[in-house]
Every structure is written in C-alpha cells, then in structure tokens.
C-alpha cells in the first residue's frame, strides 16, 4: 500500500523554468491538498481540491497552478519558478466522514525544491 | 496572523521522562485539532487528534488536552523514549468557505528524548 507518493523528491531549478511536480494517492481520497514547508513558517496551503475536476486557492497560490484530471493525482506547476518559491513541498489526502472533513491527512514524502 | 502558535521551537526531555508540547490558537471557530509527527525527510505522520466537544484524548503514551477557555493545547508523551524524537506540528481545523475544512499549521516544535 503506496499511500501517497511524490514525484520528484529532489530538483533544481533555474529562475524562470517550469516544472510539475506530481502527486499520486491510491487510498481513493476525495480531498487532496498541495503544502509548502518554509523555516519557521509551518505548512502554508497552496492549492487543494475536493474532487476530481475540482481545484481552489489556499493561502499562498501566487505562482503556482494545479490540475486534479484524476481521482488519483493531484499536480503542482511552476509556470516561471522564482528564488522564493524554494521550499519543501508536500502533497496531502484526505477523506470525509459523513460529509464532514474532521480527519487526518495522509502526507507524501515531500519535495525539495531550489531554484537558483 | 499566525492563528495557530507553537511558542516553543525546541524541547529536550529525558529518557522516561514526560514531553509536554504546547499549542495556542486564536481562531475561536476551530473545531478539530490534530498532533502530526515528522521526521527528517519524511511527509508528516498524524498522531492523535482531539474534537472541539472534548478535552482530553488519549492513545497510549499519547495525550491531548484541549482547554477551549484559555484556547490551549497540549501534547504529553509518557514515558517518552528516544524514537520520539521529531517535529511536532500542532494544527486545528475549521469550516472554510465553500464547505471545506480548513487546516491551519503551528509551525513545530523540535523534541529531542536523551537516552
């Protein structure tokens, strides 16, 4: 049982390329979820959906763009990467009880990013 | 606005000993907290996690104590061991716009259990 799987765990980028980073869940998730992890940040949302065919903004989506075509997988595009979006990127699934989203979220193994 | 605040960065704590790891909110509409764990290189873990409706939880040598009144709350590990060792990240949920349940993150805390 994979659970969430990140692909790359490990990239670097110039200022200005673009790159996606894909995340595949095999629990059958509605809900998935990319984070950033930052020095003294936390976890900051980027983008999240609750379906298939379905994306929304979290708290930091400038410069990113998502794209949920599959249950399955959930993709995070760097359309022109800059210095600060280097960071440890994480993917997210979750599943609703009875509609209602008060449980835990399975987390993928991460992403390191650098852009130079 | 950090609506989620882990005030300590750091915490050691002696083998056997009790870890008691804190967390404050602001946001009088969370309704669900969570504890997850995290080890170098590695995603999150999720550990235990509390409703709004209680104030304690517990799972093994895990504990969590919710004080709604003083908005506070606390992870205690008994008897804490070595493997313990990690990034505690404290997060509590909330509805969201849009029926989704917002999840917000304190920004961890780093326990080290000396043997």
């Known amino acids: 049982n994979a659970g969430v799987t990140q692909t790359p765990k490990f990239r670097v980028l110039k200022t200005g390329q673009s790159m996606t980073l894909l995340c595949a869940q095999d629990?059958?998730?509605?809900?998935m979820y990319w984070y950033r992890q930052d020095p003294g940040m936390g976890l900051r949302l980027i983008h999240y959906?609750?379906?298939?065919?379905?994306?929304a903004k979290g708290e930091v989506p400038d410069g990113y763009n998502v794209s949920r075509l599959k249950k399955q997988n959930f993709l995070l595009g760097l359309e022109s990467a800059a210095p600060s979006q280097t960071s440890v990127y994480f993917c997210?699934?979750?599943?609703?009880?009875?509609?209602?989203?008060?449980?835990?979220?399975?987390f993928g193994q991460g992403t390191r990013l650098t852009v130079v | 606005d950090q609506q989620v605040k882990q005030n300590s960065p750091s915490l050691s704590v002696q083998e056997g000993r009790i870890s008691i790891l804190n967390c404050d909110y602001t946001?009088?509409?969370?309704?669900?907290f969570l504890w997850y764990k995290k080890y170098p290189a590695e995603g999150p873990t999720f550990l235990i996690s509390?409703?709004?409706?209680?104030d304690k939880n517990e799972d093994g040598r895990f504990t969590v104590f919710l004080n709604k009144s003083a908005k506070h709350l606390s992870l205690h590990i008994v008897p804490s061991q070595p493997g313990d060792s990690a990034v505690y990240f404290c997060?509590?949920?909330?509805?969201?716009?849009?029926?989704?349940?917002?999840?917000?993150f304190g920004t961890g805390t780093k326990l080290q259990v000396i043997p």
């Open positions: 946001n009088s509409m969370f309704d669900y």
């Open positions: 997210a699934s979750s599943y609703s009880i009875g509609g209602l989203l008060n449980t835990e979220a399975f």
């Open positions: 997060a509590a949920s909330a509805l969201g716009s849009g029926g989704y349940q917002k999840v917000t």
């Open positions: 629990m059958n998730h509605e809900y």
């Open positions: 959906s609750v379906g298939e065919g379905t994306t």
């Open positions: 509390i409703s709004s409706i209680k």
